[in-house]
């Protein structure tokens, strides 16, 4: 019987917005500040609940992640409450990493030091780009300005600071993706996410795509800048860790290494995901259903992995990291006929330049990482 432990790792979700970013596919809503007291007494009180069933266990939590939504906008008088709740239900006291995502337009003195105060040690400010007329066409509510002035300010509290950049985004020239690393890589910053844009159907960005508005970047083109992008961020020493996280020596995510490496963690509120090494849980992300739950039952669903399931994500997220895949650990869960035909793909990728062998196993080349999800659906398609 597998008894379950309680997860050293927490998620917590804030799903309130001014405003929704056109390529947004999480869980948030804009317009709906009047259900943030509602949503944070549900969020305590789950909080709780799941915590009181480990009494009898060492609940002591390693990492904290604070996503969203936009937490950053999160009032300061709930979040004091959030994290009083932490402490009363499980043991923050040895905290390795805790972290909030952050827009450059909420970052003020007063938030840095309260987010500080209740134990935030890692803060991740969403840059996306440095063009204000590509920033409005995105609906990001920041502009350059409130970036500068988050970075002036913000390395008065944090020492370990993350931005997020996003690679392709249309009205975003080569040149002008050149000057932006050149100017990162002088911030005081010790972490750097690097994502590709993906267009998720029915947001306001993929409509734009279909009806001819925008223009994305061809792969080739991709390819290139994504390969100039690795080495120049390693240059300044970004290492590169995962496909799309750079950081220097000593300052990788480690919540984030949770969900690469499979680790159990717990998400709590609406739409959060959660994982205990067999199962995975996602919260309703209807926030009437999440607010009015009874007795500290919400609406999940709720999936044991199969073992085709487990294959494909340690292969999924074993090709993400830069350390690569142990091929030992994959084919065990092959049949004969299933282990011929994978390893004679494997030999393919490395010929084609999408793959090369490393340590013992394979990792992706640059070229394969811009791809990976191809390569992951042709290395299962039996």
Known sequence: MHMKLFPRHLYIHWPFCHSKCAFCDFVAFQNHEEFQEAYLQALCREITTYCADYQAQDRTVSTIFIGGGTPSLCPLEAFKQIFKTLRQACDVSLLHECSIEANPSDITQERLA?????GVNRLSI???CLDDTVLRTLNRTQRVSDVERALTLAPRYFDNLSVDLILGLPGITEQAWQQTIAQVVTWPIKHLSVYFLMLHEKTPLAFARDKGLVQLMEEPALVDLYTWTVHELERHGFIQYEISNFSKPGYESVHNRTYWDRKSYRGFGVGA?????ITRQVTTNNLTAYLTARHGVIPQSSEVLTEQQVFLEHLMLGLRQKKGLDLQGMVYFLNDCQKTEFNSKITDLIAAGLMEEYHGGVRLTLKGM?????????????
């Open 114 to 118: 309260v987010w500080c105060e209740c």
């Open 126 to 128: 969403g840059v996306q």
């Open 273 to 277: 995901a959660s994982f205990d090494g």
């Open 370 to 382: 811009v791809v990976e999800n191809e390569v992951v659906v042709w290395l299962t398609s039996w």
